[in-house]
């Protein structure tokens, strides 16, 4: 037999293998609730198609998974909860499977799947966010079946909590943990980030176990991730140096003294706990490449807009974005920061790190940052690059107080709307502005 035939029965039996493939199996089926929000969630045995749509008269969540069965190990289906009453589903004759959530009152559904992850397999999540309450007289109006159309995909933001488990990153003088505390802040971003409609986050860990950097790169890179986002906090042997700081990558070269040597503790804990030091100057090399890269310039300009909001309420260390060889932002095509929120070894930075009310505003503030970045710059193929942002629903009244470091086209950019218009509602003359001034933003109702 020639290559060229051996070639050819190769492929063969390739297409033959898949015209075969076992059906897709439903092997769990888990649903939790958190507030007004529910997650559905569905243990595959590989990735698979599935349409999604809403049926009313009474409220209906259907979930059709192509070529697909559910099987045993998924038995018995849970109980309803929260706004779930009942969930049921059937192997249908067309050879795919059916799971149907009767609901008490009409949801959105949103789906995603989630590559399979060493912790756990493929999974298909389904997501039933409240309809907007502006948004209900007209779906009850809907015809009865109404399929559910996403113009593009979401944004999906990986949140990265630093630290875990047998690695405690830093302490503060009573005791506080760097991997408690950027944990809360992670997850509590990650909620803030999930409740908006163009966006999605994916936490590289969600509890306190530790999972090393590669692998937190490879987590991000499976969920597709538009951003990397690594929160942490810094510590100092003077207890006096307090602030926060927002860092991007650099080559060994290029970061000064004081960020290498944060850079090697942060990247203390590699490859299942191996020291960097003797890997240095190999990654030196790879990371030096990465200088070059688009991806760097992305990530400066996402963080100065975390910087901005950050500074807003909290001090400062550093006014710009810092470079240091942080192993944890080596993805090649992802922007990624890595923002130390503030010095755990400051005692007044601790307290603000233990107070939910500060990881509050620190959250919401990484939060305003990201979002400034996407407005500016949405990922092709995204919701939000096709429709744009949300709009202000707050009727024809809604304020903006103009904070320091912000352009008029910014905000512009940020509400939809156009500078013109803006100027026209608030009677300006130029694009002149005033920190602490109060702007009204036209909304829809006066376009
Ligand atoms: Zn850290």
Same mark, same amino acid.
């Given at each position: 037999m020639s290559a060229r035939q051996r070639l050819l029965g190769c492929i063969a039996l390739v297409a033959s293998g898949l015209a075969v493939a076992a059906p897709v199996q439903v092997e769990g089926v888990r649903v939790a609730t958190d507030n007004d929000r529910t997650r559905l969630a569905l243990d595959l045995s590989r990735p698979a198609e599935h349409k999604l749509f809403t049926l009313s008269n009474p409220h209906r969540v259907v979930i059709d998974i192509k070529a697909g069965r559910i099987v045993?190990?998924?038995?018995p289906l849970p109980t309803g909860t929260g706004i779930v009453r009942k969930i049921r589903t059937a192997n249908r004759q067309d050879g795919n499977v059916r799971i149907v959530l009767d609901l008490e009152r009409p949801m959105k559904p949103r789906s995603f799947l989630l590559a399979s992850n060493g912790q756990q397999g493929d999974r298909l999540v389904v997501d039933l966010v409240p309809v907007a309450a502006a948004a209900q007289p007209a779906a009850m109006k809907a015809p009865a079946v109404q399929v559910a159309r996403t113009p593009g995909r979401e944004i999906v933001v990986a949140v990265d909590a630093g630290h875990g488990g047998k690695d405690p990153g830093a302490h503060g003088?009573?005791?506080?943990?760097e991997k408690d505390v950027v944990l809360k802040i992670s997850r509590r971003l990650a909620e803030i980030i999930d409740a908006d409609p163009n966006m999605r986050a994916y936490l590289t860990?969600?509890?306190?176990r530790f999972v090393n950097l590669r692998e937190r790169m490879e987590r991000s890179r499976a969920a597709e991730a538009d951003l990397f986002i690594s929160i942490h906090a810094d510590a100092f042997r003077d207890r006096r140096v307090r602030g926060a700081t927002v860092y991007v990558l650099s080559s060994k070269g290029a970061a000064d003294e004081a960020n290498r040597q944060l850079a090697n503790r942060e990247n203390a804990?590699?490859? /299942? #706990?191996?020291?960097?030091d003797d890997k240095e100057e190999t990654l030196a090399g790879v990371l030096y490449d990465l200088s070059q890269n688009a991806a760097l310039s992305a990530s400066f300009d996402v963080g100065d807009e975390i910087l901005k909001e950050i500074g807003q309420f909290t001090k400062i260390r550093k006014r710009q974005v810092q470079q240091a060889p942080f192993l944890?932002?080596?993805?090649?095509d992802v922007p990624s920061v890595l923002v130390e929120?503030?010095?755990?070894?400051n005692p007044t930075d601790e307290q603000n790190l233990a107070s939910s009310g500060y990881r509050e505003r620190l959250a919401r503030a990484i939060f305003t940052g990201i979002t400034d970045y996407f407005v500016a710059n949405p990922p092709p193929g995204t919701r939000l690059a096709a429709v744009g942002p949300s709009r202000p629903? /707050? #009727?024809?009244n809604v304020e903006h107080v103009i904070r320091r470091g912000e352009t008029l086209s910014a905000i512009a950019n940020r509400y939809a709307v156009s500078v013109r218009r803006i100027r026209s509602a608030n009677k300006l003359r130029s694009d002149k502005i005033v920190v602490g001034k109060v702007l009204r933003i036209p909304t829809k109702q006066d376009i």
């Open positions: 045993k190990s998924a038995m003088p009573s005791g506080v943990r860990r969600s509890s306190d804990f590699l490859i /299942g #706990g191996v020291e960097l944890v932002l080596k993805s090649p929120t503030a010095f755990i070894s629903t /707050g #009727g024809p």
